[in-house]
Antibody, heavy 122, light 107 residues
Framework: QVQLVQSGAEVKKPGASVKVSCKAS????????ISWVRQAPGQGLEWMGW????????NYAQKLQGRVTMTTDTSTSTAYMELRSLRSDDTAVYYC???????????????WGQGTLVTVSS | DIQMTQSPSSLSASVGDRVTITCRAS??????LAWYQQKPGKAPKLLLY???RLESGVPSRFSGSGSGTDYTLTISSLQPEDFATYYC?????????FGQGTKLEIK
């Protein structure tokens, strides 16, 4: 069965960086992409960006351009999301979600990771 | 970016009720619409895509309809496990965007 298993909760200080992993299993990793979606406490869902595991193409949300990098390691079927220069308003649960491998990142998301809470606090 | 507006923001209903949630896009999205269910502390779960196509394993009491800018999610007979927050999402253009959510509560 398809599973996306994310790394554990993180606590970071403002200005630091965080890197969250998402290990995929149960499907051919390079036949899909991975999107990252975050949810601030008590708030809605915000798309952060997408990476194609097929060819490494990426597309990031404009508001995060320059602070976020998404990568994949096809040898371990793992996707990574790194967010730099963290601020308090980056405190959120971060989800990876399976998406299409093609286009520029606009897809529905059929499988989701369990979420990773990132807390930014001094 | 395409703005997605859901209504209502919250809804109280009873087991067995029929409920409808509406999602309006700021421009036409050609049925490129998904609906998700999210329970507290859990990841969202895909219910429907392409506006009306039921994801595998999702009960048939969930249905979707609409076209152009206006879409609806209907639950034909509410079950206790359906009380959750529901989100619509357009994937017609990048960035994909979500509605603000509709919290469905027990009356």
């Amino acid at each position: 069965q398809v599973q996306l298993v994310q790394s554990g909760a993180e606590v970071k200080k403002p200005g630091a960086s965080v890197k969250v992993s998402c290990k995929a299993s149960g499907y051919t990793f390079t036949s899909y992409g991975i999107s990252w979606v975050r949810q601030a406490p008590g708030q809605g869902l915000e798309w952060m960006g997408w990476i194609s595991a097929y060819n490494g193409n990426t597309n990031y949300a404009q508001k995060l351009q320059g602070r976020v990098t998404m990568t994949t390691d096809t040898s371990t079927s793992t996707a990574y999301m790194e967010l730099r220069s963290l601020r308090s308003d980056d405190t959120a649960v971060y989800y990876c979600a399976r998406a299409g491998y093609y286009g520029s990142g606009s897809h529905q998301f059929d499988y989701w990771g369990q979420g990773t809470l990132v807390t930014v606090s001094s | 970016d395409i703005q997605m507006t859901q209504s209502p923001s919250s809804l109280s209903a009873s087991v067995g009720d029929r409920v409808t949630i509406t999602c309006r896009a700021s421009q036409g999205i050609s049925n490129s619409l998904a609906w998700y269910q999210q329970k507290p502390g859990k990841a969202p779960k895909l219910l429907l895509y392409a506006a009306s196509r039921l994801e595998s394993g999702v009960p048939s009491r969930f249905s979707g309809s609409g076209s152009g800018t206006d879409y609806t999610l209907t639950i034909s007979s509410l079950q206790p496990e359906d009380f959750a927050t529901y989100y619509c999402q357009q994937y017609y253009s990048t960035p994909p965007t979500f509605g603000q959510g509709t919290k469905l509560e027990i009356k």
